[in-house]
């Protein structure tokens, strides 16, 4: 894995979902809430 910043947030160290919900096929939770925060950012 490449060096991350000190302050980056990784599967490992996530504090998990707030709201249960079902596992995405082909990815992990992790990446899915990555994506959807970007893809919902402002430009």
Known sequence: MAE???YAVTEANSRGRKIAE???RGRSEFQR????EFASAPA
Not at 33 to 36: I, P, Q
């Open 4 to 6: 991350l910043a000190p």
């Open 22 to 24: 079902d596992a995405p």
């Open 33 to 36: 809430d990555r994506d959807l």
